[in-house]
């Protein structure tokens, strides 16, 4: 059984894993995950000379599976923890030195990338720890172009909420909720598909699009 003591440290380290308990975290999420990260994957229509970020990439296995399509002019990444990103570096060296993969240290809520430079944003188990939705959402419309798309795979509220994990700061969400940020933030044709799996019962993937801003007379 796991103690609301383990559970709370779990809990952070989900958020900010660091340590070697960290690292260790980071190389099971890359397979705890697998199926959400592979959902995302096919749902990203990727195309060649495309500019792609991930917000929070942990282990970059999607990063990676991305990147072996050959398609992208370049992935960017944006990460909290520390550790994650020394790993990656690591692991995406060469490309890091032909320019085709870069990564940043980070908050989600003030990205450190110029308007407009992106054609597709992804990500996955991140939500429940972003303390302002709406400023994230916001500053992904920002940073992707007119027609760019925002994917989004998340956990069904009523699973963290079985994990116990709410009490710890982690924020579910409803499939509603998130679409109705969404649209606030300015997006367009949100939809949503759902999936089960066994590690996470059933899961979520919304996508959302930026409109042509010109015709809305967004500066």
Sequence with gaps: MITNKFRAFLANQLGFP?????????????????MMNNIVLQNLDLQAG???????????????QIANTALPQIIVG?????????????KFR?????????LHLADAIELPLPDRSFDKICTVNTIY??????KVFAECFRVLADDGKL??????KDFLSKQKFAKHGFIGYEV??????LKMAGFVNVTTITRHSDRHQ????????????HWLKIS
Excluded: H, M
């Design 202 to 213: 059933e899961f979520f993937c919304t996508s959302a699009t930026v409109p042509l801003r």
């Design 18 to 34: 660091k340590g070697w308990f960290g690292k260790l975290l980071i190389r099971f999420l890359n397979r705890n995950n697998a």
């Design 176 to 181: 509603s909720e998130i679409e109705s940020i």
């Design 129 to 134: 720890f972003w303390a302002d939705l709406s």
């Design 78 to 90: 944006v990460e909290q923890s520390q550790d994650a990103i020394d790993l990656c570096k690591q």
């Design 151 to 156: 994917l989004i795979s998340y956990n069904s």
């Design 50 to 64: 495309d500019r792609i970020l991930e917000i929070g990439f942990g282990g970059g296995y999607l990063i990676e």
């Design 94 to 102: 060469t490309q890091i030195n032909k320019s085709e993969i870069e």
